[in-house]
């Protein structure tokens, strides 16, 4: 890293494989699975890997609008962030579209609405697919 870099070294994750097509995440302390749909090949245990970065996205919006409702004195109770995509229909395989839906609390007055909007719209990982980042994939 050069000194003008802002990168920030995390733990890293750890993906292994358990059966079929199914895999264990690893982070931190936490474990997720991903599998395939049944006519992908897998068996359906566990969301795709592809529908795990949709809903990290809507995971994110929803932080990050939680903690806007939180700053300015609203609570968070009914608040839904729902995610669906499309993918390609050419190469190479990738998400195509990702429509976002927050829903606020419903005591969020509409004039707030657009405030809550540019806040989610900028959450990290909204604005790391805004701003590629270099990825590097190793053997070994």
């Known amino acids: ?16 494989f358990r059966a079929g097509e199914a895999y264990e ?6 474990r997720l699975l991903a599998d395939q749909p ?4 897998g068996a359906d245990t566990a ?3 592809t529908e795990l970065f949709a809903a990290s996205l809507a995971a994110c919006v929803a932080f990050y609008a939680g903690r ?5 004195g609203h609570g968070r109770a009914g608040l839904t962030v729902s995610a669906s995509f499309e993918m390609a229909t050419d ?3 990738r998400v ?13 007055p509409p004039e ?10 900028h959450c990290t990982v909204h604005n790391t697919l805004l701003n590629a980042p270099e990825i590097e994939v190793d053997i070994g």
């Open 1 to 16: 890293m050069t000194p003008t870099d802002t990168r920030v070294d995390l733990d890293p994750i750890d993906v292994r």
């Open 91 to 93: 190469r190479p395989a």
């Open 38 to 41: 049944v006519d992908a090949g």
């Open 25 to 30: 995440i690893r982070v931190r302390d936490h």
């Open 47 to 49: 969301p795709s890997p």
């Open 112 to 121: 707030k609405w657009p405030a809550l909007r540019a806040v989610a719209s």
């Open 96 to 108: 195509a579209a990702i429509r976002i839906t927050v829903r606020p609390p419903t005591d969020l």
């Open 68 to 72: 806007y409702l939180t700053r300015h």
